[in-house]
């Protein structure tokens, strides 16, 4: 059963040479779920500034916040023309076309191997 204490850490992967992935990860403890949706805040400087508690000036940060579905829980709740809609929004194909792509991919790598 999911606690409502757990907070999921956004994580990145990291070598001697620094960031191996751009693709961030989240480690969740074997007794909780992956969440369905993260809320993370946008952190922007703006143009303006304000004195800190010395009286320097410093810069005001704008805060925008903004949510990540789960596109695997997505998928299991919309019906495929809901999915393959919210996935058009996204600049993504419809998964019929997109997991096609896939497949053709996959039988290229086979062929090539095969002729190795």
Same mark, same amino acid.
């Given at each position: ?30 007794? #909780? !779920?992956?969440?369905?949706? %993260? ?5 922007? =400087? @703006? ?32 019906? #495929? !023309?809901?999915?393959?809609? %919210? ?5 993504? =194909? @419809? ?22």
């Amino acid at each position: 059963m999911s606690s409502e204490k757990w907070i999921p850490e956004i994580m990145y992967e990291e070598n001697a040479d620094g960031t191996s992935s751009s693709i961030p990860f989240v480690m969740v403890p074997g007794d #909780e !779920i992956m969440p369905k949706i %993260l809320y993370v805040f946008e952190s922007r =400087e @703006s143009d303006q500034t304000e004195p800190n508690n010395e009286g320097e000036e410093v810069p005001v940060f704008e805060w925008d916040l903004h949510q990540y579905a789960d596109m695997n829980y997505l998928k299991t709740v919309m019906s #495929e !023309i809901e999915y393959d809609n %919210l996935r058009f929004c996204l600049g993504l =194909e @419809s998964l019929t076309d997109a997991a096609k792509k896939g497949m053709n991919i996959t039988e290229g790598v086979r062929q090539n191997l095969k002729s190795k």
